[in-house]
């Protein structure tokens, strides 16, 4: 018999070709899907984007897996505490320091041997004991800790932010308003539907924790789409505006119902514990928001007021670690990192972008990209491989088939009643085609499978993810691969240049859905855009900008009098000897649509008292209002089709112009290629 210490040895050499072997799979996993994409890209095929290709790979893999690998048995030993132990079944120990004796007697020092066991969690009857199968299944930490912050941030960062900020009171409403309505009506059917099953065990605080991670939407199909054949800019902007926000509020709110759960009496409706769940998902959302766009204004900072751009190498990887170390930040003071990276990413595009030198702007951009790439499609190849392989599942499916009636339903409560509440103040409203495809845009993905699979502890919290699992199998196989025929169907517009044919969705009022309106003067749009946005936009541009970036105008003329010694300190040599037009980042489209002005004398912003001068120097020195398209062009927009030398036009300022088609035969799209920043209207 060999001694103890070499079969250990042998142990670990067979976990190590184990992991090897695993992390092979996924990478396999990978490649494969990487390669279809192409073919599918290069033979335009778009039934079946890469979301639901990774997932069917994932299947493939986790059967053969499951069923056809030989697998190594792992070795058991079943043991009992004593009873007067001060451990119980719902607070077990975090290890165990097991003794094993050596029989053989090889030597004193392998006479008696401790090792160490650390806790994984609960057993379960379907708990695999195939080595590889228990080696698939990664920690749920992994996918909180490594795989969403990338995916989060790059939705801040790569935000089209002038179409969000223009939709921004509507895409508001639907993520927070929306997803608390769906949550609360999925919760509620849940419970009335499980009544009809007295053997699940699932309370109503249960119901509406699945009602909360099931409302979290993540159309990254639909979307993928959506760019690929440049739907109308500002349907994109309310999918992906709601589907980011919602996110957060999905996560915060899941988490304000688990502290409900745990400080109620369990009987009946505790106002107390209501309010104190109340207090910390406002608190949760507050201080998350705080944390990131405090850590993206440090690093807006750090990058204007150091020579770093001068080596870009350490530029990008600082610009990385302070994006990283917000989301852990707020993790450590028990708050929401999702929501604390999400808006740091919105923060580090508006002021730190353009601090950046021209290498790290792309490198940051690109990184960004690769990472939100490879994270989204591993988390759906495993999704796939996790039905086989993750024994912590629970199959019910009366369970299954009345949640989708339920996701259904609260997602039709979500769209339509405020899409309606959203038009009797819009003067250009959101079009019923536009409503049909947001409802049909609620996909579930990588946000609700996280919050899953995070706890698997109980029976009830089991079929929630089993549950999980197959809504997003279904919608984002099924209903992604529909994109395609579905904006064929309503007759949504495609191949839409941003800039010509945009439709601004102003928060205004008309008659009616179907009819466009005629253009505005600049007066009437100025006094029907909010104030509280106005207002912020002279404050940024006057103080935030010119503190955080090197943007114009200069602090000391923006600042009063007594701050000149400070406004100096803060001004820097690049800032003072910039010139106007070499700002890269305007934000005069929040204010004006940017088919309404065109810059004209390009000069610096005089001395200027109030909020209110600022806004008067951009309307008589900047901005030239009116229309700038002639009755000809108006005239092709309606009717693109009557103009189809158009489509060969090569447009200037570095865009491409590219034909295509759906994908179906008969319909017509272009697709522009532009050398942009993350802020840049096709990211």
């Excluded at 059967?63 to 056809?68: K, L, Q």
């Excluded at 409900?260 to 928001?289: H, I, V």
Aim: charged share 15%.
């Amino acid at each position: 018999m060999e001694p103890i210490d070499e079969k250990v040895e042998d142990k670990v050499e067979k976990n190590h070709v184990i992991d090897s072997v695993n992390m092979l799979i996924f990478l396999f996993l990978l490649i494969l899907t990487t390669v279809t994409i192409w073919a599918f890209k290069y033979r335009r095929i778009r039934f079946l984007h890469e979301s639901g290709l990774a997932m069917i790979y994932g299947l493939i893999v986790g059967a053969i897996i499951r069923y056809a690998s030989p697998g190594i048995a792992r070795t058991h030993y079943s043991m009992t505490l004593p009873t007067d132990a001060n451990f119980t079944r719902n607070s077990p120990p975090d290890s165990v320091w097991m003794s094993i004796s050596d029989n053989q007697n090889y030597s004193e020092l392998s006479k008696n041997t401790k090792y160490e066991y650390s806790f994984q969690g609960q057993l379960h009857p379907g708990t695999q004991d195939k080595e590889l199968e228990a080696k698939a299944t990664f920690d749920p930490e992994v996918f909180f800790q490594v795989l969403l912050p990338p995916i989060i941030f790059n939705a801040g960062y790569s935000l089209k932010r002038k179409h969000f900020f223009r939709n921004l009171g509507s895409i508001f409403l639907y993520a927070f308003l929306g997803t608390t309505v769906s949550c609360f009506t999925v919760g509620s059917l849940m419970f009335g539907f499980v009544q009809l099953m007295p053997y699940l065990a699932f309370s109503f605080n249960d119901c509406l924790f699945f009602g909360a991670i099931i409302s979290a939407t993540d159309p990254v199909t639909i979307l993928a789409v959506f760019s690929d054949l440049q739907v109308d800019v500002d349907l994109y902007a309310l999918v992906f505006g709601e589907s980011v926000l919602n996110d957060a509020v999905a996560i915060v709110l899941a988490g304000a119902i688990e502290t409900y759960s745990s400080t109620g009496s369990g009987s009946g409706f505790d106002s107390s514990a209501f309010f104190k769940s109340l207090g910390s998902f406002l608190a949760s959302f507050t201080g998350s928001f705080a944390i990131g766009s405090s850590m993206g204004c440090l690093t807006a900072l750090l990058t204007k007021y150091t020579k770093i751009k001068e080596y870009p190498l350490l530029e990008t990887a600082l610009f990385f670690l302070m994006s990283y170390s917000t989301f852990l930040i707020a993790e450590a003071a028990q708050l929401t990192g999702i929501v604390a990276v999400l808006f740091c990413g919105i923060t580090q595009a508006h002021y730190t972008y353009n601090n950046l030198s021209v290498e790290s702007r792309a490198r940051t951009k690109q990184f960004f990209e690769l990472l939100n790439f490879l994270s989204e499609n591993f988390i759906f190849s495993y999704i796939g491989v996790s039905v086989f392989t993750f024994s912590n599942h629970h199959w019910e499916t009366g369970f299954i088939l009345l949640a989708i009636i339920a996701i259904v339903v609260g997602r039709a409560l979500n769209v339509y009643p405020l899409s309606f509440i959203l038009n009797l103040g819009r003067r250009q409203k959101i079009p019923y085609n536009f409503q049909h495809m947001m409802m049909f845009a609620g996909l579930r993905g990588a946000i609700a499978y996280a919050l899953a699979i995070r706890n698997t502890s109980s029976v009830a919290r089991q079929t929630m993810l089993s549950t999980t699992v197959i809504i997003v199998l279904f919608t984002v196989i099924v209903l992604g691969g529909c994109t395609t025929p579905m904006l064929s169907w309503l007759k949504i517009r495609v191949g839409v240049e941003d800039d010509n044919e945009m439709q601004s969705f102003s928060a205004l009022r008309t008659q009616s859905p179907s009819v466009g309106p005629p253009p505005l003067s600049q007066e009437a749009r100025m006094q029907e855009k909010h104030k509280l946005v106005r207002f912020w936009y002279n404050f940024d541009c006057r103080f935030l900008k010119p503190l955080l970036t090197n943007s114009k105008p200069l602090l000391t003329d923006t600042l009063p009098a007594f701050c000149l010694p400070l406004a100096k300190l803060l001004t820097t040599e690049e800032q003072a000897c910039q010139n106007l037009e070499e700002r890269d980042d305007d934000d005069s489209e929040l204010i004006v649509a940017d088919s309404y002005y065109t810059f004209r004398d390009q000069q610096t912003f005089p001395a200027a008292t109030s909020a209110d001068d600022v806004e008067l120097i951009l309307d008589e020195h900047s901005l030239s209002v009116g229309p700038q398209h002639s009755n000809s062009n108006t005239s092709e927009q309606n009717n693109p089709q009557s103009t189809p030398s158009r489509q060969m036009q090569q447009p200037t300022g570095g865009e491409e112009e590219v034909a295509g088609d759906l994908g179906l035969g008969d319909h017509v799209m272009r697709s522009r290629v532009r050398l942009a920043g993350p802020l840049g209207d096709n990211v």
